[in-house]
């Protein structure tokens, strides 16, 4: 039983980065129907803004992860603006891949910019150990500050979505644009603000995935990326707690499979819940089934 306590919290760990991640992939897709593939690339980048905040600025904890998101948030919208915009009457694929193409110039460039090889990321917070239930169980205080800013950064996006008129107009827009249109809402404002919310919650979940694992490196957003989007479609893609709900489970699963299994598998075992998924329930665990009329 301490076996599946201990490995529940690192899946709880685990499973917030990719709800964070997850996130900004269901709320551009639920505006724009558009897959994202750069996603987990602002990830990695707003790792390195948080690197470069701590060693060359000397800042905290709270203060890089600020800059970083603020920097990924005008990444996000600069993104939106002149790769996906122009494409944003033309089919489908042509925006898919052009993210795929956004993907691999941010991963470049990041090499060209700062080297291949992987750096250590600065310890922000002395490490701490809490043992629980006579020492069967031990929680890291760096697992405790990933959950409680995960949880702030949820909480305040929830007040954002339902309180706010920004929320309103994001909500409107993912209902039907043209309708929104008329009713007088700027629609490319809308999207530059969901772009701009979901880059900002990838560059906190890069932050914390530094912190966390102490090494970042110009791929790392490649897997944990897909990841997060399989989280997003095993929630039900478009829905925001279906990403909470599916970047949680998978988080979860994943380290069971590493815990009673091997790490080897865990992987494998994500790709296969995607296409268990798509196969059993196509809109996922929150979505629901909509007809399209032809």
């Known amino acids: 039983m301490s076996t599946f306590m201990q490995q ?3 899946g709880i760990t685990l499973g917030s980065i990719y709800a964070l991640i997850s996130l900004g992939y269901t709320m551009v897709y639920g505006i ?18 948080a690197y470069l905040s701590v060693t060359y600025l000397k800042l905290g904890l709270i203060p890089s992860l600020i800059i970083s998101m603020m920097f990924c948030s005008i990444l996000g919208m600069l993104i939106e603006k ?30 060209i910019v700062m080297g291949a090889d992987s750096r250590v990321f600065p310890r922000l917070v002395d490490e701490k150990n809490y043992h629980l239930f006579q020492s069967k169980i031990v929680i ?20 954002v979505v339902k309180r706010t008129k920004v929320g309103k107009a994001m909500r409107a827009v993912s209902q039907d644009m043209d309708a929104a249109r008329l009713m007088g809402i700027n629609v490319d404002t809308t999207i530059s603000y969901t772009f701009a919310i ?17 090494t970042i490196n110009p791929l790392m957003g490649v897997l944990p990326g897909l990841k997060a989007f399989i989280a997003a479609v095993f929630g039900g893609i478009g829905i925001i707690p279906g990403a909470m709900l599916g970047g949680f489970s998978l988080g979860i699963i994943e380290t069971l499979v590493s815990g009673y299994g091997s790490s ?17 329930k196509p809109s996922g665990l929150l979505g629901k089934n909509i007809k399209e009329k032809v």
């Not at 724009?32 to 803004?49: R, S, T």
């Not at 009457?89 to 991963?107: D, F, K, Q, Y």
């Not at 800013?149 to 007040?159: G, H, P």
């Not at 900002?200 to 694992?213: D, H, I, Q, T």
Request: glycine share 6%.
């Open 264 to 280: 080897m598998y865990k992987d494998a075992v994500a790709f296969a819940l995607l296409i268990l998924i798509l196969i059993i």
């Open 140 to 159: 890291n205080n760096k697992q405790i500050y990933l959950l409680i800013i995960t949880i702030i950064l949820m909480i305040i996006l929830n007040f």
């Open 8 to 10: 529940l919290i690192n």
């Open 82 to 111: 002149f790769a996906y915009k122009p494409l944003r009457n033309s089919p489908r694929i042509s925006a898919l891949i052009t993210a795929i193409g956004v993907s691999l110039l941010l991963e470049n460039l990041m090499q």
């Open 32 to 49: 724009i129907k558009l897959i994202n593939f750069a996603h987990g690339d602002i990830f990695m980048v707003g790792a390195y803004i």
């Open 198 to 214: 979901g880059s900002a919650l990838a560059a906190a979940a890069g932050v914390l995935v530094g912190l966390y694992y102490n």
